[in-house]
């Protein structure tokens, strides 16, 4: 396609239910990257990919948090059990090899009640 | 380690020059520069290289410092619409790339 695209744009949930946050990144770009916004704050690194695999889950904040990657595309973030804290903007980018630019998609807004 | 933006907030006059600084505890492979503007992605501005490639647009400068692992965003003759907030990443040769907390520029007419 011809940016990244994340879907839902918008995600109102029940505490204590289940999410799939999808991102799309650009064709061809084998490095994906999850970051969490909330509110007026930074970028939280969450999780970033190399094809399919992750090098690095560290910054995933509880183990209620999960991703995954499939041929080197689609990436989908899971979050169970929501809870309240985690309404936040995600945000995910790709970029080629990844040592250049990242592209950033619009993000998906979830909110928790 | 996330890298240490500074200042938090700026607030210019149109025309005026601004710098916002970045650095980090670890040494580092290359660093980038992104503004997000208020219910936006945040938009590439450059990326700096270990070794002394640059890419970016072609009116924002930009130095990093290898040594002191730290970089320099310089915004000259400051326009409204540099608004917004300005994100230095760090990567540290795993192309893991983390984010200051970003550093609030507003621009005055």
């Known amino acids: 396609g011809a940016g990244v695209s994340q879907s839902p744009s918008n995600k109102v949930t029940e505490k204590g239910k289940d999410v799939e946050l999808r991102c799309d990144p650009i064709?061809?770009?084998?490095?994906l990257y999850w970051y969490r916004q909330s509110l007026g704050q930074g970028l939280e690194f969450l999780i970033y990919?190399?094809?399919?695999?992750?090098?690095?889950k560290s910054g995933l904040p509880s183990d209620r948090f999960s991703a995954e990657r499939t041929g080197g595309s689609v990436s989908t973030l899971t979050i169970q059990r929501t809870q309240q804290e985690d309404s936040a903007v995600y945000l995910c980018?790709?970029?080629?090899?990844?040592?250049?630019?990242?592209?950033f998609g619009q993000g998906t807004r979830l909110t928790v009640v | 380690q996330q890298p240490v933006q500074s200042p938090q907030a700026v607030i210019l006059r149109e025309g005026e020059d601004a710098v916002i600084n970045c650095s980090s505890s670890?040494?580092?492979?290359?660093v980038h520069w992104y503004r997000q503007k208020h219910g936006e992605a945040p938009v590439f501005l450059m990326i700096?290289?270990?070794?002394?490639e640059q890419k970016g647009h072609e009116k924002i400068s930009a130095s990093f410092n290898e040594k002191k692992q730290q970089s320099s965003l310089y915004l000259t003759a400051s326009q409204l619409s540099y608004s917004g907030t300005y994100f230095c990443?760090?990567?540290?040769?795993?192309?893991?790339?983390?984010f200051g907390q970003g550093t609030r520029l507003t621009i005055n007419p």
């Open positions: 980018a790709s970029s080629y090899i990844g040592r250049g630019e990242a592209f």
């Open positions: 990443g760090t990567e540290g040769g795993a192309q893991k790339l983390v």
């Open positions: 990919f190399q094809g399919n695999s992750a090098p690095d």
């Open positions: 700096l290289l270990k070794g002394g």
């Open positions: 064709s061809g770009h084998t490095a």
């Open positions: 670890k040494a580092l492979y290359s």
